[in-house]
T-cell receptor
């Protein structure tokens, strides 16, 4: 079936460094690509999203890039802080699932001070 | 605040028992979803619904059933619970096809 691959599964950085998480998807009809942050014991919450008519989107320290030809998108976090430590999920809308969001397996980001 | 509410928040049940997880939303969204979260496996889609009469299976629907009682309510049932259904379950809603998903607080289910 259609899926979303996410790498790496764990990422450890020093405070102030940048972090990059990458995802690939298989459904060429996908048009919507959100990123969610899940803190321990909490529900996933949207941090940034991008639609297929845009190649890059930025919101303060967070940016997302999309390459539709290669079917991959990435999350970039600059100047990381300890409070960025969490699990991050990418997702893609999948046409075969009625444009439901199919999620990657997640990346556990640890930022040490 | 408009929100997505799940009940119960935690539940321990025995193998073979029937259990229902409930989700209600005040966001006015038509699209509702049930996901299951397991460590290292991310969020996997169980069922999704576009309205009361439109219900669809997701990636991992075996062993589960759902009911959309109203636009605002979407319930997930395990007819005969088994231990490998122990997981964190999330309900979510969306306004449209290329829009954000809003998640409930989650239900932690343990089958013993």
């Amino acid at each position: 079936g259609e899926n979303v691959e996410q790498h790496p599964s764990t990422l450890s950085v020093q405070e102030g460094d940048s972090a990059v998480i990458k995802c690939t998807y298989s459904d060429s009809a996908s048009n919507y690509f959100p990123w969610y942050k899940q803190e321990l014991g909490k529900r996933p919450q949207l941090i940034i999203d991008i639609r297929s008519n845009v190649g890059e989107k930025k919101d303060q320290r967070i940016a997302v890039t999309l390459n539709k030809t290669a079917k991959h998108f990435s999350l970039h976090i600059t100047e990381t802080q300890p409070e960025d430590s969490a699990v991050y999920f990418c997702a893609a809308s999948i046409a075969q699932a009625g444009t439901a969001l199919i999620f990657g397996k997640g990346t556990t980001l640890s930022v040490s001070s | 605040d408009a929100d997505v509410t799940q009940t119960p928040r935690n539940r321990i049940t025995k193998t073979g028992k029937r259990i229902m997880l409930e989700c209600s939303q005040t966001k006015g969204h038509d699209r509702m979803y049930w996901y299951r979260q397991d460590p290292g496996l991310g969020l996997r889609l169980i069922y999704y619904s576009f309205d009361v009469k439109d219900i669809n299976k997701g990636e991992i629907s075996d062993g589960y059933s759902v009911s959309r009682q109203a636009q605002a309510k979407f319930s997930l049932s395990l007819e005969s619970a088994i231990p490998n259904q122990t997981a964190l379950y999330f309900c979510a809603t969306r306004a449209g096809r290329n829009t954000e998903a809003f998640f409930g607080q989650g239900t932690r289910l343990t089958v013993v």
